[in-house]
């Protein structure tokens, strides 16, 4: 096939040790979850949707249910708040729009994506971001939108253990309540643009103002379309560290490596460099659909050339 002509997405909902989904149940409810926000993913690329507006539309559904860590269901911080980051790219012309520390607000990512359309900035952050979001009329909800019964007991457990934790932590010992995490979505649309959206309540028991990769352009997220487009998902430190967004693209533009290879020599790169622990999905230039991680499960699933909708661990 040729370049144009396809559509592709991707989407995740974190990675880590997810040992929650060993109970079927839950691991059916979090894959079909996945499915369906695909399908509406394709519905607007079919439509004729860009990629901007794919991304955007699966991001705030990933934000809208409350089992992923973000928007409603954003874990909480050492003070018990919930404070999102989000950040989306369009890979046309590199514009993109980010918030950091964000509360209050039910899809950080449509308030990122105004950000990007209707400021002359990159990032907003904290009141300064929700102020703007006041001007652009999108409405504050009240703190219990946001508060589950699980996160509030993820919490109690976090600090029990005297313990920053991801949504979705590796490590056996604390692997037991452990939920997903952070949310992405990117695309390419039938005209060859790519797009990526990233959202999320960060890492359990963060200190206040803590911001993780998510909003960080090239490290959670990235879009080129000379290249590819990333979302990341994990301990954000590690991938800030990497730039891993950016390192995945450059192995693209500097080294002539496909999607595939490029996305293995990132992950290669994340853990030879700092140990990360963490996934990425990335859908290259021709919109071939690949994903890497260190840990050993990442909830995602994709749509390669306008095929099937397919959902994994
Ligand atoms: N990357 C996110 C952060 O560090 C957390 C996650 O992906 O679960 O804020």
Redesign the pocket.
């Known amino acids: 096939m040729g370049q144009k002509g396809h559509y592709s997405l991707m989407v995740h909902g974190?990675?880590?040790a997810l040992d929650n989904v060993k109970d079927q149940k839950t691991a059916v409810r979090y894959l079909e979850s996945i499915r369906h926000i695909l399908e509406h993913g394709r519905e607007v690329l079919e439509l004729g949707g860009s990629a901007l507006q794919a991304a955007e539309t699966c991001a705030s559904l990933l934000e809208d249910d409350p089992v992923f860590?973000a928007g409603c269901g954003s874990v909480l911080n050492e003070y018990g708040k919930v404070e999102m980051?989000a950040a989306i790219m369009d890979g046309r012309d590199l514009s993109a729009g980010a918030v950091a520390a964000v509360q209050n607000i039910a899809n950080p990512i449509q308030l990122a994506r105004y950000v990007m359309t209707e400021s002359e900035h990159v990032m907003l952050i904290s009141e300064g971001a929700m102020r703007f979001a006041d001007h652009c009329g999108i409405a504050r909800e009240p703190d219990n939108y946001f508060y589950t019964p699980d996160r509030v007991e993820q919490l109690k457990q976090a600090r029990l253990k005297h313990k920053i934790m991801?949504?979705?932590d590796d490590t056996e010992e604390d692997s037991e309540d452990q939920k997903y995490?952070?949310i992405g979505a990117i695309a390419r649309d039938e005209a060859g643009n790519l797009a990526a959206a990233?959202s999320?309540?960060?890492?359990v028991n963060?200190r206040m103002g803590?911001?993780?990769?998510?909003p960080i352009i090239g490290a959670?997220v990235y879009a080129d379309n000379e290249t590819c487009a990333v979302s990341?998902?994990?301990?954000?430190?590690d991938?800030m560290r990497t730039l891993i967004g950016k390192t995945i693209s450059d192995y693209m533009l500097m080294m002539n490596l496909d999607g595939r290879q490029a996305t293995a020599a990132g992950i290669e790169y994340l853990k030879r460099k700092v140990k990360g622990r963490?996934g990425v999905i990335v859908i290259d230039r021709e919109g071939n659909c690949s994903s890497g991680l260190t840990t050993k499960k990442m909830i995602h699933g994709w749509i390669e050339k306008s095929g099937e909708a397919i959902a994994r661990f």
């Open positions: 974190g990675a880590g860590n980051d991801l949504d979705h995490g952070t990233t999320t309540g960060g890492i963060k803590r911001v993780g990769d998510s959670g990341a998902t994990g301990y954000g430190e991938f963490g």
